[in-house]
């Protein structure tokens, strides 16, 4: 069976219409081997408007119906996902290219973060607030916002809709999702999951999910909509860059979480195994294209020679390969030009006196495939493509031997989302949890920088963009608050004591 097919019978069995993935005029690959495997349908701009009002119709109904009820919706989606979940993570990881424990994983974070949307769902709490009048209560109510827009990228193609998705839909929302062009399969299948939950569910109102497949300009329209109240948007800082400004100008929200170039802290005292398979993970897990891949790696000079010795290794011996027939660990790059990004990058490292191991391209027959060797480069100092984000799997090794200058270069970079430090010294771990620590939105003790659980909120400082999803109170972004007072008493005392007797 070729790819094309097995994806047409997953596909089918997940509910999406032949007509929505053959015929259409945006061919999706499959970076296993780069063949087209199908032809989806994109929308117009003016479409995706119209579209748009669909859900802000949908919003008005369903902002109404009681949130443990709207938590039931997503229960019944965490129902599908675990029904379906072999079928979907074949299906990212043909999309995505990921190795199938990655695929699985990707649908097991949906499965997760349903099961936190229905807790939450009865626990959107406001506070009561002691008022400075006699006879009067203060208290906060979090009410639904209205349509939120999704933007996610190829690399977590499912996992960053439903983190997005379940906490906007039990907070009262609607929900447009705008998928990158890379991976519309796997999209149209989640759609499809959706769908089948709210026809279970029975009332849903119609039009309170939807999917915009499309270009640019279809993001643009997404993003620029007056109906369309918080846009979460997954991608690069120059994504967010525009992004930003565009719903800053309407005041809308944003959710923004861009680039990271996430560095790992190795101390004298580290536990060097464990510190060895944590980095192994992090750097060449999903071939570097995470956004909380491990990039930048901190030595210290005392333990140097042996770690590098150890990841050298490592970095020449792990499997790269088709993640459908073989069991490497590394799969495919997204496409040619993540490939192109990569080789620019090393060969900069090298201008800049960087030690290369690995990095070049493996030929597996299929000229439109892009598997590479991942990159080990040991680096004189953080300079040039150091300090930048590179979609791939490269990872910078840099020396040190002073705790507070490796904590100043940590934080030397625009981006600022995962972080890592390894070490049995409790100071030193410490101070990188600490304020004047490790400036990113995920600092980490003894784990790497990837693989973040659903239950935190997700996100990162700086050119990172300071959004936060998935767990902890990242609900709040998704809902608008009211301060109420109330007033019991006979009188009408001012705040401030501030008299105004007519
Ligand atoms: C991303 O790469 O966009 O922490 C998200 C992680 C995953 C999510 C990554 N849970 O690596």
């Keep these: 069976m070729t790819i094309a097919q097995e994806t047409a019978e997953l596909l089918t069995s997940l509910g999406v219409s032949k007509e929505s993935f053959t015929g259409g005029d945006l061919p999706a690959k499959s970076p296993i081997t780069g063949e087209k495997i199908a032809d989806v349908r994109s929308v117009s701009p003016a479409e995706a408007g119209r579209i748009i009002e669909q859900a802000d119709a949908a919003f008005r109904a369903w902002r109404l119906v009681p949130a443990p009820r709207r938590g039931e919706l997503v229960r019944l989606l965490g129902e599908e996902l675990r029904a379906h979940k072999a079928e979907l993570g074949r299906l990212v990881s043909i999309e995505a290219g990921k190795i ?31 008022t400075e009048r006699p006879g009067h209560r203060m208290m906060e109510t979090w009410h639904p916002l209205g349509v939120v827009g999704v933007i996610s990228a190829f690399n977590f193609p499912v996992a960053v809709w439903s983190w997005n998705a379940a906490l906007a839909l039990v907070c009262g929302n609607a929900i447009v999702w705008k998928p990158s062009e890379k991976t519309p399969l796997t999209a149209l299948a989640c759609n499809a999951i959706l769908k089948r939950a709210m026809a279970r569910f ?35 800082t120059r994504m967010g860059r525009d992004v930003g400004p565009r719903l800053a100008k309407r005041f809308a929200r944003a959710i923004l979480e861009l680039g990271g170039n996430n560095a790992g802290i190795v101390c004298p005292s580290a536990d060097l195994d464990m510190a060895l398979r944590a980095i ?38 792990v499997s790269v ?75 910078y090794v840099m020396k040190y031997s002073d705790f507070d200058e490796v904590l100043a270069k940590h934080n030397a970079v625009g981006a600022g989302l995962s972080s890592s430090i390894f070490t049995l010294d409790m100071r030193e771990a410490e101070r990188f949890l600490s304020a004047d620590g490790s400036d990113c ?22 050119e990172t963009g300071g959004g936060r999803e998935s767990g902890s109170d990242a609900w709040k972004a998704y809902m608008r608050r009211a301060t109420n007072t109330v007033n019991y008493s006979k009188a009408l005392p001012l705040a401030q004591g501030v008299s105004f007797d007519i």
Excluded: W
């Design 202 to 236: 029975g009332d849903a109102p119609e039009g309170l999910a939807q999917l915009l497949i499309g270009d640019r300009a279809v993001g643009e329209a997404l993003v620029d909509h007056p109906k369309v109240a918080l846009v979460s948007a997954t991608g690069s």
């Design 280 to 317: 192994a993970f992090g750097a060449m897990g999903t071939a570097g294209q995470r956004c909380t891949t491990l990039r930048r790696l901190f030595v210290h000079e005392s333990i140097y020679d042996a770690l590098v010795q150890r990841l050298r290794k490592a970095y020449e011996s």
């Design 100 to 130: 199938p424990s990655e695929g699985l994983g990707e649908v097991q974070e949906m499965i997760d973060i349903c099961d936190f949307a229905v807790g939450l769902s009865r626990q959107l709490y406001g506070l009561t607030i002691a």
């Design 441 to 462: 939105g995920i600092a980490n003790v003894n784990i790497g920088t990837s693989g973040a659980e659903i239950g935190g909120a997700f996100g990162g400082e700086k």
């Design 321 to 395: 390969g088709n993640p459908l027939t073989t069991n490497a660990l590394v799969g495919p790059l997204i496409d040619e030009a993540a490939f192109r990004g990569m080789e620019k990058a090393i060969e900069r490292a090298r201008a800049e006196g960087g030690k290369v191991t690995g990095g070049s391209r493996i030929d597996t027959g299929d000229a439109a495939a892009f598997y590479v060797r991942p990159a080990l480069v040991e680096m004189p100092d953080q300079t040039g493509p150091v300090t930048e984000e590179t979609f791939a799997p490269i990872l």
